[in-house]
């Protein structure tokens, strides 16, 4: 029983042009949700959360989206560019207790 | 300020063999987790641990035993290793009360 998915495993975008990544979860006790970037060969990266307080947080180029009633949060990257090309996963857990469910992962390309 | 680190890179072992993964953080974090990431399973939380002396299980503990003897090290070890343990592992670690994570660059395993 998957908590969190990812239903999109690959996305590709043109270069300047929006790339949106959806996750959604099914447990309500989750509170708290971060998107993670990782490119090959490496550790995934922090890239920007969002508590269930807010239904939105920006960082520049990365706007995370939270729909509680839906369950469901999507990452947008406007613009897109081509050193976005990594695979990002999603992860939501219940602050305080350091456990996080990861989703599968969405690889996004950007092509030039 | 090296971060996170984990030794070896790559190894292969034979059924049955033990052997011992590191992991290290230089960042004074109190709360270490390893997990391992499989094609199309996202990451997993194996074990975690909130400070020195204090470990507990997460999704998938079968089979590895962890120890915290000091801040900056978390050692994963397989007692008996197994082809389903075939994986990628990844350290990580955070600030107490941070909800995001600092991975390591991760430990490419494959059990024949």
């Known amino acids: 029983d998957q908590q969190v998915k990812q239903n999109s495993p690959s996305l590709s975008v043109q270069e300047g042009r929006i790339s949106i990544l959806n996750c959604d979860y099914t447990n309500s006790m989750f509170d708290y949700f971060l998107w993670y970037k990782k490119y090959p060969a490496e550790g995934p990266t922090f890239l920007i959360s969002?508590?269930?307080?807010?239904d939105k947080n920006e960082d520049g180029r990365f706007t995370v989206f939270l729909n509680k009633s839906a369950k469901h949060l999507s990452l947008h990257i406007v613009p897109s560019q081509p050193g976005d090309s990594a695979v990002y996963f999603c992860?939501?857990?219940?602050?305080?207790?350091?456990?996080?469910?990861f989703g599968t992962g969405t690889r996004l390309k950007v092509l030039a | 300020n090296a971060g996170v680190t984990q030794t070896p890179k790559f190894q292969v072992l034979k059924t049955g063999q033990s052997m011992t993964l590191q992991c290290a953080q230089d960042m004074n974090h109190e709360y270490m987790s390893w997990y391992r990431q499989d094609p199309g399973m996202g990451l997993r939380l194996i074990h975690y641990s909130v400070g020195a002396g204090i470990t507990d299980q997460g999704e998938v503990p079968n089979g590895y035993n962890v120890s915290r003897s000091t801040t900056e090290d978390f050692p994963l070890r397989l007692l008996s290793a197994a082809p389903s343990q075939t994986s990628v592992y990844f350290c990580?670690?955070?600030?107490?009360?941070?909800?995001?994570?600092?991975f390591g660059p991760g430990t490419r395993l494959l059990v024949l």
């Open positions: 969002i508590s269930s307080i807010k």
């Open positions: 990580a670690s955070s600030l107490p009360g941070a909800e995001t994570q600092y």
């Open positions: 992860a939501a857990g219940t602050s305080g207790t350091y456990k996080y469910i």
